[in-house]
């Protein structure tokens, strides 16, 4: 019996027992008459009782109640540890071998069945083996009763289950190990059945979702998505993984990540499914929170990028709101702006920007946004932004003053952060959600707060344009009024100059003695050279902004610096000094530069020289160095005897209206401008000029500037001095102002060259496929096709020598910017409007000697009265005519009465419906034609000598350029139309006084 699992131990103690009770019943049943007569079958019985017994390996106890007397098995008095043979004297001797702890069980359980209050006897409890030691027995046992339901005899089994019960326990531990290892385990633990139902949750399952295990409360979808899976683990013996979300009994969703497994018994029989999960649904948020900070940062830097790089402020602003809205998630994103109230200086505040998305309403437009005083229910909000704090929350949680506002506009939640520029509180972005409710954390509000930063920065750069370019505007519209002052200016000077310069020449040709033409040659270049000084200290500020134009022409050095030696001359003998002039031998006879601009450098060092030497002398040498390319770099030399400069101030000598010398020195007459050009002058023409001294002793000035050798050779200039008409020249004129063509074909008809005129550069073009052209004079701003189209189509369309043909701009505007872009459309040179005669006949003939080749500056004059002009008959201005001066128109038309009443006619034929469309294209607002016609009728005024009308059309031009201002430009118009009335009046007495 000892052998075998405890399942077959047991079979067999029940078969054994089954045998044991038919066999009592048997015996019971006999009579004791025949116990006798059955002996031997009794004996054969009983032999077949014990034999079961014995195999059963099972105790057999026989308890007869009425005698109280004990039959026990060998096998009872094996298991107890009791030889063959051993009786137990009493039943008391059999309880006390069970364990005190057992005892009171066991006997209540046998008083129990004895008395019949339970049906069977199937006890275990430990008893004491003789070894001392306590075993786990199992006590099984069946009674004869008699009528009344007594016991009279007892017989039963024992059986050893210490085998049993130490499995049991040994079972309960592992058991108890492994509950306590799943509920320790750090990951939650559930197994469900086949049919899905929860049978088991550990406790760290239940302490993360924070219910208890029989709080699992998942809906029908979730059941369903879970029952998938589930499906999938009960047909595989693969674990399966995957990520579901379950709302539990309290309301919150949690996402979990799974393992999931069939689980089966020994036999391989399906239990159910075992799942293992952790609750990640905290790290779910945190990583959807991270991710939205990253696409929120990543919105903010696209913002302030936009905000950087878009030099159209608003757009740019918008722009940025646009991805910071996207990238919030959020429905609405604006900018309010503070301001103070003009009358009473309360706070307020005005909505600027919005972006909004797709199904949310604007609110930009919403009157009630505009102007709304703080103190009206949003006193908090000053406060709170003022001090660079955020707002933030659920609009039902505001304020009610501030609820309504917000609940007007749909919000559920909002967020609002300020804008600060130079810590002053500026306005606020704020960002609206109207679908869903949200709050905010600290650390997005920092990165929402870092993007009004960007747009405070974006506000400031574009406050600060926007003052630059007011400043500009001034300074622009100061530097035009000091230039209309300076133009005035040097016309008031001019005059009497060009008066002295126009006598001297007069005497010059009456034949005068040598001591009065050498007397006279010192008035003409003296005169010539204050004429330049002049315009310079009127023009100083165009010298220091870079805008002087240089000559490029021949000249003869060693005549050039005899001129500055004759100009010197009296004041060197009135104070008794020598001066002396060496050009070196190897410097060339003619150089290609600015003669002008050289006397006028070299003839300032010298003056200063004599102005400052009281005694000895002052030397002007000049030397060369040869370079590449035919340039040569001229070096000149001024050394003096004078009272010297003193160390520390040689670096002052150049400034600006300042005097440098001794203490001792006597003042003496200038205005300190005179180094000063001599510098900017040297330098703009890429020379330098530097002095040394010894004070007491003496001074040196050195100037060194590069030049050209002469491009023709002095034959050549001779050959070119010595043209004195234009005769063989075919000339195309392309010029849409009828005035400016009965001008230019008369002075080209004067020098007797062949010109054709069209209106346009359409026109030319057609010319120039009928016909060769020496040279084109082409205006600019022409309809159909303007000067620099029909350039551009010249130079691309035709062939060789046609598309090579010289082409002169003619051109009212003398901006360096305009000049370069002549050059650029490939023009040739150009002539600025109103021109002299003189200059368009020297310009015309340089571009034809020179193959187009043409100095970008005005040509001094090589010819006088030889090419036909009669400027010196030009009328003076009659007393009572200060509106108009014919002298221009004179000069212009070669004095030619008939021509210049037409062209007087013309102009008050014309004028008047020129105003009228001036005035329509104002009032339509079409800048851009009207800034067209104001130019082409400016030069009109130059014909007749209407400065004032003149200034009004350039005044026009410009502000139709600006396109910003229809009042200012109606205001000019009435006043050109009302100086027109006056031109008007004067013209027409000129021409009923025939003073034309």
Not at 16 to 41: C, G, H, I, T
Not at 483 to 488: D, K, P, T, Y
């Amino acid at each position: 019996m000892n052998g075998g699992t405890p399942d077959e131990r047991d079979r067999e103690l029940q078969s054994a027992l089954e045998e044991n009770r038919r066999l009592r019943e048997r015996v019971a049943a006999l009579e004791p008459s025949r116990k006798a007569d059955d002996d031997e079958d009794y004996q054969w019985h009983r032999q077949r009782f014990e034999l079961a017994v014995k195999a059963s390996r099972d105790g057999i106890w026989d308890w007869n109640v009425r005698e109280n007397k004990f039959d026990l098995s060998d096998q009872y008095l094996a298991i107890l540890g009791y030889e063959k043979g051993f009786m137990f004297e009493r039943p008391e001797d059999f309880f006390a071998l069970v364990h005190p702890d057992d005892a009171e069980y066991v006997e209540r359980n046998v008083r129990e069945y004895v008395t019949g209050e339970r049906a069977e006897y199937d006890v275990q409890f430990r008893m004491r083996h003789r070894r001392g030691i306590y075993i786990w027995v199992r006590a099984r046992a069946a009674a004869l009763r008699d009528e009344e339901g007594k016991p009279y005899r007892i017989v039963g089994s024992l059986t050893d289950i210490t085998d049993l019960m130490n499995y049991i326990e040994e079972a309960d531990r592992r058991k108890h190990i492994l509950n306590t290892i799943i509920d320790s385990a750090p990951i939650g633990i559930w197994m469900t059945s086949p049919d899905g139902e929860v049978e088991m949750v550990n406790e760290q399952f239940a302490n993360d979702v924070g219910l208890g295990t029989a709080s699992v409360s998942i809906t029908e979808n979730e059941r369903a998505e879970c029952a998938l899976t589930d499906r999938r683990a009960l047909e595989s013996d693969e674990p399966i993984y995957t990520e579901e979300e379950i709302t539990f009994s309290d309301g919150v969703r949690h996402t979990l990540q799974t393992i999931k497994r069939r689980a089966t018994n020994a036999a391989g029989e399906t239990l159910g499914v075992v799942g293992i999960g952790i609750d990640v649904t905290e790290r779910k948020k945190v990583e959807r929170s991270l991710a939205f900070k990253r696409a929120l940062l990543a919105g903010v830097s696209e913002a302030t990028n936009e905000l950087l790089t878009n030099a159209d402020f608003r757009a740019s602003v918008n722009n940025a709101l646009s991805r910071l809205g996207k990238a919030a998630n959020v429905d609405r994103v604006y900018i309010f702006r503070n301001h103070d109230e003009p009358e009473t200086g309360r706070p307020l505040l005005s909505q600027d920007f919005e972006w909004t998305s797709e199904d949310v309403e604007p609110q930009i437009d919403n009157p009630e946004l505009q102007n709304m005083p703080y103190e009206e229910g949003f006193e908090r909000w000053r406060e709170i932004l003022s001090r660079g704090e955020a707002i933030d929350g659920l609009v039902e949680d505001f304020p009610e003053g501030e609820r309504d506002v917000l609940e007007a506009q749909d919000i559920l939640s909002i967020v609002v952060v300020p804008i600060m520029i130079l810590e002053e509180f500026w306005g606020f972005v704020g960002f609206d959600d109207c679908s869903h409710r949200r709050r905010w954390i600290e650390s997005e509000k920092a990165i929402l707060k870092a993007a009004a930063g960007s747009i405070g920065g974006a506000i400031a750069r574009d406050r600060q344009r926007r003052e630059l370019e007011l400043a500009k505007n001034a300074a622009e519209s100061s530097t035009r009024a000091k230039e209309q002052f300076l133009a005035h200016m040097s016309h008031e000077i001019r005059t009497p100059m060009n008066a002295v310069m126009g006598v001297a020449n007069i005497l010059l040709n009456l034949a005068p003695t040598e001591e009065q033409r050498r007397f006279l040659n010192v008035i003409r270049d003296s005169s010539e050279n204050l004429l330049v000084i002049i315009n310079d200290v009127l023009d100083f500020s165009k010298i220091e902004a870079g805008k002087i134009e240089f000559a490029e022409e021949d000249f003869d050095v060693r005549e050039a610096m005899e001129r500055v030696a004759g100009t010197l001359r009296y004041a060197i003998e009135e104070k008794g000094l020598t001066f002396d002039v060496e050009v070196a031998e190897d410097v060339p006879n003619a150089l290609n530069g600015d003669p002008v601009r050289l006397n006028q450098i070299v003839l300032n060092l010298c003056s200063n020289a004599v102005k400052f030497t009281e005694r000895g002398g002052v030397r002007l040498r000049v030397e060369t160095d040869a370079l590449e390319n035919g340039r040569v770099v001229a070096t000149f030399r001024v050394e003096d005897t004078g009272v010297g400069i003193p160390p520390n101030k040689l670096d002052e000598v150049f400034e600006s209206f300042r005097q440098v010398g001794s203490k001792s020195a006597k003042k003496v007459a200038g205005t300190g401008l005179g180094l000063a050009i001599v510098k900017r002058l040297t330098e703009a023409q890429g020379g330098s000029v530097v002095a040394e001294s010894v004070l007491g002793e003496g001074s040196t000035f050195v100037v060194e500037l590069p030049f050209a050798r002469a491009r023709g050779g002095e034959e050549e200039g001779e050959e070119r001095a010595k043209r004195e008409d234009l005769k063989g020249v075919r000339v195309l004129v392309v010029e849409d102002n009828d005035m400016n063509r009965m001008v230019v074909e008369n002075m080209l008809k004067m020098w007797r060259a062949d010109c054709d005129l069209v209106e346009h550069g359409g026109e030319a073009l057609d010319a120039l496929r009928a016909r060769d052209y020496d040279i084109i004079l082409m205006d600019l701003s022409m309809p159909v096709m303007d000067g620099y189209e029909a350039t551009d189509a010249i130079r691309k369309t035709f062939d060789a020598p046609k598309k090579d043909v010289p082409i002169l701009a003619l051109t009212a505007s003398a901006l360096i910017s305009s000049k370069s872009k002549i050059l650029d459309a490939g023009m040739n040179g150009h002539v600025p409007k109103p021109f002299k005669p003189n200059d368009l006949f020297n310009k015309i003939v340089e571009a034809i000697e020179r193959g187009g080749d043409v100095a970008d500056a005005e040509l001094v004059a090589t010819v006088d009265s030889a090419k036909g002009t009669k400027s010196e008959k030009a009328p003076a201005i009659p007393a009572g005519y200060e509106r108009t001066d014919l002298s221009y128109l004179a000069e212009t038309s070669g004095d030619e009465q008939t021509l210049m009443r037409e062209i007087v006619e013309r102009f008050l034929e014309q004028t008047p419906a020129q105003y009228e469309a001036l005035e329509r294209e104002i009032r339509d607002e079409n800048f851009t034609n009207a800034r067209a016609l104001a130019h082409k009728i400016k030069p009109t005024a130059d014909y007749v000598g209407a400065t004032r009308l003149r200034e009004l059309y350039e005044t026009m031009e410009r502000l139709a350029e600006e396109g910003d201002s229809v009042t200012a430009l109606e205001e000019r118009l009435r006043e050109a139309v009302s100086e027109y009335k006056e031109v008007e009046r004067e013209l027409r007495m000129r021409l009923a006084e025939k003073r034309l």
